[in-house]
């Protein structure tokens, strides 16, 4: 199963935000201004065209092959230093950072007989981090680029430390992989966005020396990896017969032996291979995967090979819509949308008008749904309530406004906010329901929260905070769980007005534009797409998604996006039974 993913390559956008600038010696961009997108990939990475300086080119058409040469990070960006003057080749640190910026502009200053001199200007993007981490970025670059003939040759005698390149040469030179470490529970894979430049036959020897150095910096608390700094791999990665060439590319699998997996059990050992597998797959490396610890195999039942289907149980893509099905809110109740009909859920909620927002737990047999008190401000309007789907409810917290609940995948918590600050867990325990706060300091500061659903491997939480998108960690620890780590993510044009967790990795948007009411975003804040329009009537008040298909509640009625259309037939359809009616759509989570 090839990874999925959302972009298509006829509705791709890259977010442009409009800043003003002025450029005055090292300028900067307002701490407030928004982080932008860089686009979308919707196509395998071109091989990197890095040709040499071309014989009596000018500096300012060097100036920019250079930069093109620097997407190539072979050999330590080899070809690049040979746009530099020998003292420079050897002193260049490329490592230093890794900087995508918009078009840069170079300001040529009165050039010197041999000596040439270019002022170099472009508004920031994004950063790579160590390891391929993408990581939004605001600002400014300023730097000074200087020229000496040499050999009647011009070369680059002075340049900033680092590589810099524009978004797309990034776009066309780098491509998105997907690390998988576990959550806590071992339970689930969790996904660590990345950003690589490698050729098909190196990507999977790159992907696995990134899995073993480990987990991003900020994603390392909250996730749990089977790999330590005890295990290596033994020797090259190779087809699963044992070929070196064309490793990764078409049919023939892959081999790989590690070192130091003694005394791992049974157990732990297919954890480690989920986490190799998913990582492969996804970034469409086939298999059989012929995992060997020290020569012998993983596990002697699979010594021909894995597949995926031998830890599907760790599928980041598997559907959790399960049984459950599609629910609604109809009338201030809860009901059941199967065939066009709509079926009042049989306990508690179904038989209420006073509901305002609800969640379904994975399995469908919880349920926590906010519900208007019938009092007047300033006495608490809303209360939150958690019961069960088939039987009874109470409420376990009040307030003047409560977000959506959002269910925990795993320990029966459903999580919400309250009045725009504070987070809470409703934690139940057979027929109790007890209320634990979350420490939400870190996001809680930024501003008010009107949305907050938890990610389906529970290791991240998607939040709007005074109308833009938020992405934090979720850190478990003895005195309770916190939330970390928040990150701006750039939506486009408009203000966020509910949001839902597609897949592990992607985020739906309903905002408050007219023309792009929806849109897709990723994780780390990289990709954006809008989604179909065609049938909408803004506004869009709330989204609800599955890893197949979005559901959206707009001014007429309920509608559905699925993932799977083609591209011609993907638009917006009404919900049979839900047509023309106000009402919300409701799935687990």
């Not at 608490?380 to 376990?396: H, N």
Request: glycine residues 10%.
């Amino acid at each position: 199963m090839a990874r999925m993913k959302f972009v298509r390559p006829r509705v791709l956008v890259v977010a442009v935000v409009s800043v003003a600038l002025t450029l005055s010696g090292c300028a900067s961009l307002p701490d407030t201004s928004t982080p932008e997108a860089i686009g979308t990939i919707g196509q395998q990475p071109t091989e990197p065209v890095a040709p040499p300086p071309a014989a009596g080119a000018e500096p300012s058409l060097l100036l920019r092959k250079f930069f093109e040469a620097s997407t190539d990070p072979s050999n330590r960006h080899g070809t690049a230093r040979e746009y530099l003057t020998a003292d420079r080749a050897r002193t260049w640190q490329d490592g230093d950072s890794t900087i995508i910026v918009d078009k840069m502009d170079f300001l040529e200053e009165p050039r010197s007989g041999d000596e040439a001199s270019y002022t170099i200007r472009a508004t920031k993007v994004a950063q790579l981090a160590s390891g391929g981490t993408y990581e939004p970025l605001d600002g400014v670059f300023e730097g000074k680029a200087r020229f000496k003939r040499v050999d009647g040759q011009w070369r680059i005698s002075e340049i900033p430390d680092g590589v810099m390149m524009e978004r797309g040469l990034f776009v066309k030179n780098y491509r998105d992989v997907a690390l998988y470490y576990l959550d806590p529970s071992g339970t689930k894979t969790v996904p660590d966005p990345r950003w690589i430049a490698a050729r098909q036959d190196q990507v999977a020897d790159h992907l696995l020396g990134l899995l073993l150095a480990g987990p991003s910096p900020s994603l390392a608390p909250a996730v749990r990896s089977q790999f330590n700094d005890k295990i290596s791999m033994i020797g090259p990665v190779t087809k699963a017969d044992g070929r070196t060439s064309s490793v990764g590319v078409g049919p023939g699998g892959i081999r790989v032996d590690f070192r130091g997996l003694a005394g791992m059990d049974a157990k732990d050992r297919k954890l480690l291979a989920g986490q190799v597998i998913w990582t492969l797959q996804n970034a469409d490396i086939s298999g059989p995967y012929v995992l060997l610890a020290d020569g012998e195999p993983l596990d002697e039942q699979f010594a021909s090979g894995w597949t995926t289907s031998d830890v599907a149980e760790l599928n980041p893509l598997a559907n959790t819509l399960n049984d459950v099905g599609l629910h609604a809110i109809r009338d201030g109740g809860l009901v059941a949308v199967k065939d066009g009909i709509l079926t009042p859920a049989s306990g508690y909620f179904g038989g209420v008008r006073n509901v305002r927002s609800v969640s379904l737990s994975s399995d469908g047999t919880l349920v926590a749904a906010v519900v208007d008190t019938g009092r007047q401000a300033p006495d608490p309007t809303s209360a939150l309530m958690v019961g069960s789907y088939d039987g009874t409810a109470f409420p376990v917290a009040e307030g003047g406004m409560i977000t959506r609940p959002s269910w925990a995948p795993d320990d029966g918590s459903a999580w919400a906010v309250i009045d725009g600050a504070r987070v809470t867990r409703a934690v139940r325990d057979t027929s109790l329901v007890s209320v634990v706060d979350v420490d939400a300091t870190a996001v809680s500061s930024i501003g008010k929260i009107t949305e907050l659903r938890l990610s389906r491997d529970g290791v991240r939480v998607a939040m709007i905070i005074d109308g833009k998108v938020y992405i934090a960690n979720v850190i478990p620890g003895p005195a309770g769980y916190a939330i970390t780590n928040p990150r701006a993510v750039p939506t486009g044009a408009g203000i966020a007005r509910s949001l839902d967790w597609s897949t592990s990795e992607n985020v739906v948007v309903a905002l408050d534009a007219t023309e792009i009411p929806v849109v897709m975003v990723s994780i780390d804040g990289s990709r954006l797409e809008m989604l179909p329009n065609r049938n909408l009537t803004g506004p869009v008040t709330v989204v609800d998604a599955t890893t197949t298909s979005e559901y959206v509640a707009d001014a007429r009625a309920v509608f559905q996006l699925t993932n799977t259309d083609a591209e011609a037939d993907r638009n917006w359809r009404e919900v049979p039974g839900l047509s023309g009616l106000n009402a919300i759509p409701v799935l687990p989570g």
